[in-house]
């Protein structure tokens, strides 16, 4: 065993509060920067009192975006790490005007504030059922981040609490109100047509070690043993790493996975049938979930069989994260990161005049400056080599292309965008309850079938609730 991969494999819980500000200080900073919010209520957008239950690392990242929107007023966040987690948002949004008012019990938190309209719940997977829920019957409308839940029941009880109640609830399936994913689906997909028979896809994750080890915290502000025992915790390793412990989270195909099988069926128009699975607890022996997990989903489409690999790596970043949807005329290539994306024509398709120049010209996508066609002289003289080779054919390379809308900057922020203006009536949610369960159907199953090692098929039914 090599050096670089013993060392996290034993990493500490505690790292020093210097260490820890460092780490944290992206998803903070961007507070401080932006203009407050309310320059932009003078705007004349009708306000909407929110709170933020669960201000970790990605509650701060939702606040910072919600807040650039016009009307968000934050009225009271929630935390049960009082000492950093809380004390931390608190201060900040204070500092923007905010003075929203501070609770470590949501119960205390929606008993006492009588002019909330909305809620943002960032807490850990497990928790998300029993919040949501009680700020729905509360009267709230919801923004829950993915995963919905990691238990499919709870989920159920959250899609079932959202139409009794009548409001809102939107699950932070983000990518669903991008606006690149947005223009491939509605216009290169479902318009153009692009990419002929779409015959299979492919997604990956990949993270490195050093983004997967085992989180620490700051050693000054550890929760009392007493406080993890209220709120369900065994201790601040297992409340840190929760994303890889099967009582709180789904593991790494819950908390990366998720975004990119969600695209799956959505580009598609289709729900699997039918998945295999495999991976294991290979190299993080600290915690419970998978550290790496690899899928095959099969849809059945109107045009044909379409099979889906997605696959989750902890142990190395090549590559990154993007989806591609791979077609008989050409492929599609999408990430939230401009320089994954991509359209590829088939190279057998003709180059002039380009099949796809109608499309070009109506500003869908761009022809790539850096795609320079091939110039061979057939008739000319060839090498012994080049004859050879000749004899084994040669495939013209794709010509690519460019998708000609802008990468937004704030992941997130068109996402929460759709679901306070759905508040005010103004759309529909574009990642509403049922929505979400589907998709948590498709990603809880994959655990499911790599424990079982075992095919599992779907039924329409399983989706339904």
């Not at 944290?24 to 004349?44: N, Q, S, Y």
């Not at 028979?197 to 550890?222: C, D, F, L, M």
Request: proline letters at 5%; one cysteine or more; glycine letters at 8%.
């Amino acid at each position: 065993m090599s050096a670089s991969h013993a060392e996290p494999r034993h990493s500490p819980p505690g790292v020093k509060r210097r260490e820890f500000l460092k780490a944290t200080a992206a998803a903070g900073a961007g507070l401080v920067a932006a203009p407050t919010i309310l320059g932009a209520e003078k705007a004349g957008a009708t306000p909407i009192n929110v709170a933020v239950i669960g201000t970790g690392v990605q509650g701060r990242v939702l606040t910072e975006q919600a807040r650039r929107i016009e009307g968000v007023r934050f009225k009271a966040v929630c935390d049960i790490w009082k000492d950093w987690s809380l004390r931390y948002a608190s201060r900040q949004l204070k500092r923007l005007g905010y003075p929203a008012k501070a609770y470590t019990d949501y119960r205390d938190m929606l008993q006492d504030e009588k002019d909330l309209q909305a809620a943002i719940v960032a807490t850990p997977d497990w928790m998300h059922a029993e919040h949501t829920i009680a700020c729905l019957k509360a009267g709230l409308h919801v923004y829950c981040e993915k995963e919905m839940s990691n238990d499919l029941a709870k989920a159920r009880q959250m899609v079932i609490a959202a139409r009794e109640t009548g409001n809102l609830l939107q699950i932070g399936h983000q990518r669903r109100s991008n606006l690149r994913y947005l223009h491939a689906k509605q216009k290169l997909l479902d318009e153009a047509h692009l990419l002929g028979r779409v015959t299979h896809a492919y997604g990956q994750w990949n993270r490195s070690i050093a983004k997967t080890a085992p989180k620490g915290y700051p050693e000054k502000y550890p929760m009392d043993e007493a406080t993890l025992r209220k709120y369900g915790y065994a201790d601040m390793f297992q409340f840190c790493n929760w994303r890889f412990f099967k009582k709180y989270g789904g593991g790494a195909i819950a908390d990366l996975g998720s975004h990119q099988i969600d695209v799956f069926g959505w580009f598609l128009d289709a729900l699997p049938v039918a998945l295999v699975a495999e991976g294991g607890r290979d190299y993080w022996d600290q915690y419970e979930w998978y550290d790496n997990a690899l899928a095959i989903y099969r849809f059945d489409t109107p045009q044909g069989t379409v099979r889906a690999f997605y696959q989750t790596l902890t142990t190395t970043s090549a590559v990154g994260y993007f989806e591609r949807f791979m077609g008989d005329e050409g492929t599609l290539q999408i990430s939230e990161k401009a320089s994954k994306c991509r359209v590829f024509a088939e190279g057998y398709l003709s180059r002039n005049p380009h099949p796809w120049t109608p499309w070009v010209k109506k500003g869908y996508i761009a022809r790539d400056p850096e795609d320079e066609e091939e110039t061979e002289d057939d008739n000319g003289p060839q090498t012994p080599l080049q004859a050879i080779l000749a004899m084994y054919g040669k495939s013209k390379p794709p010509a690519r292309f460019l998708l000609t809308v802008p990468v937004e900057e704030a992941p997130h922020q068109a996402h929460l965008a759709n679901f306070f203006g759905a508040i005010r009536s103004k759309g529909k949610l574009n990642c509403p309850a049922e929505v979400g369960y589907e998709t948590a159907v498709q990603v809880l199953k994959v655990n499911e079938a790599i424990a079982g090692d075992k095919k599992l098929h779907f039924k329409e039914e399983d989706f339904k609730v």
